[in-house]
């Protein structure tokens, strides 16, 4: 029977967690703050939740350099549910500014002061001519938010920017050249998943086809983070929206983190109403998944797992103490892991076959194939056993493209990068 220290675990998520986390985490189970009560007995309405919501937040803050007019909220749902959110919120941020803008045009200070009928007329015809949400497909999971924004919206109000499939063979693996994305004017978001679990594809850096026009207007730029957040810096005032799920590099399963940029939350860019909604045939959202809503209620609209913000909150404290320049520490230790392994996979050329384009490839979901021998399958369940009885586990690809696949998260230390690094030269020499 291993123990923890026996083993080094690469599974794409729920991640590897610290093991100083996990035992404060046991501990505060129990008996938390010497409450006599366990972390998740204590109320969402208490201080405790409070003040564990407030410094997991700040110290977000520190560690990314979010600057002040953004705001952090803890979400349920994961990454799918971002999928709709996404589209509901920030259909809901264009239909209030096309509204903001026939109101001027009307001579009117407010709904009331306008032509109802005219005013729902006018709106209908700029969303079936303008209405557009853009979405750059690079891998699954981009895929999976392009299909929902069209499933709520249809297909009329959705376009492909880009899709990865087109310039490699059917499959996913490149990026598109920026030159021949297909973006909208005045799109309600461009959305696009920075780094693709499943296919092993990271943009390298920010898309310079998303920066600001020449007039300095920015599009609103959505990203879904959810396996490379707290890896590397990322420009947060280029991004409209930021979301991830904590189970990769920020915790446990059970929270989905939103950066949002206060611009579009009340007083300055409230949602429509539903009946407004309603008259122009657009999706109201759930409650849960409103922006606004749980902004307003500092993410305690409804009963959120405490426990799990409170992990996030200890990796984040953890993060701090370990890299005094905060994230930029940990982007050079990432780099550095992902490097040893690349490299290690590039030495044997015969064996292995490291799935996307090099100019793409992921730092945190290193994926590859074992190409040794006449039978693929046979040879790479062969390097997952030896793997598992050397203490690497959770090597095994995505079930819908098969392979192996490292996920080089945060808690991966340098050590256990160097003994992937080092199967994977024993392995093709034996």
């Not at 707290?230 to 590099?249: D, M, T």
């Not at 050079?332 to 590039?346: G, P, R, S, V």
Request: proline residues 5%; glycine residues 8%.
């Amino acid at each position: 029977m291993p123990s923890r220290a026996d083993i080094t675990y690469f599974g794409a998520g729920p991640a590897l967690l610290p093991t100083a986390v996990l035992e404060n985490a046991a501990q505060a189970l129990l008996n938390y703050n010497d409450t006599g009560l366990g972390i998740a007995e204590h109320s969402h309405r208490s201080q405790y939740a409070s003040d564990i919501i407030n410094q997991a937040k700040a110290d977000l803050a520190t560690y990314l350099d979010i600057p002040d007019d953004y705001d952090v909220l803890f979400m349920q749902g994961g990454g799918s549910g971002e999928f709709s959110a996404t589209a509901y919120n920030l259909v809901g941020a264009w239909v209030s500014r096309k509204k903001a803008e026939i109101l001027k045009q009307m001579n009117a200070q407010s709904d009331e002061e306008a032509n109802q009928e005219r005013l729902v007329l006018t709106l209908s015809k700029a969303i079936d001519t303008e209405l557009k949400l853009d979405y750059l497909v690079t891998g699954g999971w981009s895929l999976k938010a392009y299909q929902e924004a069209g499933r709520l919206l249809g297909p009329e109000h959705t376009n492909l920017v880009a899709d990865a499939r087109t310039v490699n063979q059917g499959k996913f693996g490149k990026i598109p050249s920026e030159s021949t994305w297909s973006l909208s004017k005045n799109a309600a978001m461009v959305y696009y998943c920075d780094n693709e679990t499943v296919d092993g594809v990271e943009f390298p850096k920010f898309p310079d086809a998303l920066g600001p026009d020449s007039n300095g207007v920015r599009p609103i730029v959505v990203a879904d983070m959810s396996s490379n957040i707290l890896s590397r810096r990322v420009p947060v005032e280029n991004f409209s929206v930021i979301f991830f799920g904590a189970q990769k590099n920020l915790g446990s399963t059970g929270v989905t983190v939103v950066i949002i940029k206060k611009s579009l939350l009340p007083p300055a860019c409230p949602q429509p109403s539903p009946a407004l909604m309603r008259k122009l045939g657009l999706p109201v959202p759930p409650v849960i998944l409103s922006y606004e809503t749980i902004a307003k209620n500092n993410s305690l609209y409804n009963t959120l797992s405490i426990f799990d913000v409170y992990i996030a909150g200890q990796v984040l404290k953890k993060l701090l103490q370990t890299f005094p320049d905060k994230v930029d520490g940990q982007q050079a230790l990432a780099n550095q892991k992902a490097e040893i392994i690349y490299k290690a996979l590039e030495t044997h050329p015969n064996t292995y076959r490291i799935v996307p384009d090099k100019s793409v490839r992921s730092r945190m979901n290193i994926c590859f194939r074992v190409t040794v021998g006449s039978d693929m399958e046979s040879s790479e369940a062969n390097f997952l056993k030896s793997a598992t009885a050397r203490g690497l586990t959770g090597l095994k690809g995505h079930r819908s493209v098969g392979g192996i696949r490292a996920s080089n998260y945060n808690s991966i230390p340098l050590a256990g990068a160097q003994q992937l690094a080092d199967f994977i030269h024993l392995f093709a020499q034996t």
